[in-house]
């Protein structure tokens, strides 16, 4: 199983981003994907998720991220919107099989990791 997360970059504030998590090894469909980032020196936080209960955001992301699927690509998406200059972090795309799970989502409950990709937001 693999996950590749890209579409990272430098960006201005108030731009847009669009990251993907392409999957390879699984069928992305029957998984949940997350996206989490992480600060320097902080844990991973849950930015949004999408699952069978529906598509989950931090209230940091509410209302300027948005998630969707391609199945057949096999890849989820997440675009951003208006970004700020604290959205500048690493951001890792994750994926797990299991029927219940925590609400908010945890990156203790996923299962696989993909790489991360660097989202720089210059203000």
């Known amino acids: 199983v693999q996950l590749q997360a890209y579409g990272g970059g430098l960006v201005q504030a108030g731009g847009s981003l669009r990251l993907s998590c392409a999957a390879s090894?699984?069928?992305?469909?029957?998984?949940?994907v997350g996206w989490f980032r992480r600060y320097p020196g902080q844990e991973r936080e849950i930015v949004a998720q999408?699952?069978?209960?529906?598509?989950f955001y931090s209230d940091s992301v509410k209302g300027r991220a948005t998630l969707s699927r391609d199945n057949a690509k096999n890849t989820v998406y997440r675009q951003m919107n208006s970004l700020k200059f604290e959205d500048t972090a690493v951001y890792y795309c994750?994926?797990?099989?299991?029927?219940?799970?925590?609400?908010?989502?945890?990156?203790?409950?996923?299962?696989?990791w993909g790489q991360g990709t660097l989202v720089t937001v210059s203000s």
């Open positions: 994750a994926a797990d099989g299991r029927n219940s799970f925590s609400t908010p989502p945890v990156a203790d409950e996923y299962d696989y």
């Open positions: 090894g699984l069928f992305i469909s029957k998984y949940r």
């Open positions: 999408t699952s069978w209960k529906g598509n």
